[in-house]
């Protein structure tokens, strides 16, 4: 379901990609797509977050692994786990839907004959906003959520629901202090945290 944009070489692969680099820079129409049709500016703080990672490849040493993304700090793995995954929706930053997707195949003359794929998000209505915080945890132990990123740091009351296979500790951070909530592993989980 994400955005793409696929060029697809049918008759060449990377041996000959790279003897026409030698020749004239190959790579000129995928650089000039990054400057020039890729969104170019990043939401400071999505209402939305997928995010997945590799516990095994960390090594805070060396600096070496996720901090967190935007609103979502403080992230501790089940031990063993291969991927940990979270999907985070703050209803404090709501985001339109996705009413569809849209995919178009073209043929494309340059630089060379290929066939271009994409897939686009046709957005329909943004809700309204609401004091409420979706998690879907995989594999994960310990979740911290910046309550000022999320736009749910002057909620009075917030709607937490989590789904998750593991037991998780959640650290709710706003600037007068932290709640620290516990749960254990299941689905459809629901409390209500008041301020």
């Known amino acids: ?84 995954a979270i999907r985070a929706r703050s209803g404090g930053r709501p985001e339109a839907t996705v009413d569809r997707l849209e995919f178009s195949t073209t043929p494309l003359p340059t630089p060379t004959p290929h066939m271009q794929e994409r897939q686009r998000w046709v957005l329909g209505a943004t809700p309204a906003s609401e004091d409420t915080l979706e998690l879907q945890l995989s594999q994960v132990s310990q979740l911290g959520i910046d309550l000022v990123g999320a736009g749910l740091d002057r909620a009075g009351r917030i709607t937490i629901k989590l789904d998750s296979d593991s037991p998780v500790r959640l650290i709710l951070r706003r600037p007068n202090g932290n709640n620290m909530l516990d749960f254990p592993a299941g689905q459809g989980q629901t409390r209500v945290l008041l301020r």
């Open 1 to 84: 379901g994400y955005q793409y944009v696929l060029d697809h070489f049918l008759f060449e692969d990377h041996v000959a990609w790279a003897l026409k680099d030698m020749l004239y820079p190959a790579f000129t129409d995928a650089a000039q797509w990054l400057t020039k049709d890729a969104q170019q500016s990043p939401k400071r703080n999505p209402g939305l977050i997928d995010f997945n990672w590799m516990p095994e490849d960390l090594n805070p040493r060396l600096g070496v692994g996720p901090i967190g993304p935007w609103w979502l700090e403080n992230l501790r793995a089940v031990d063993g786990a291969e991927i940990a």
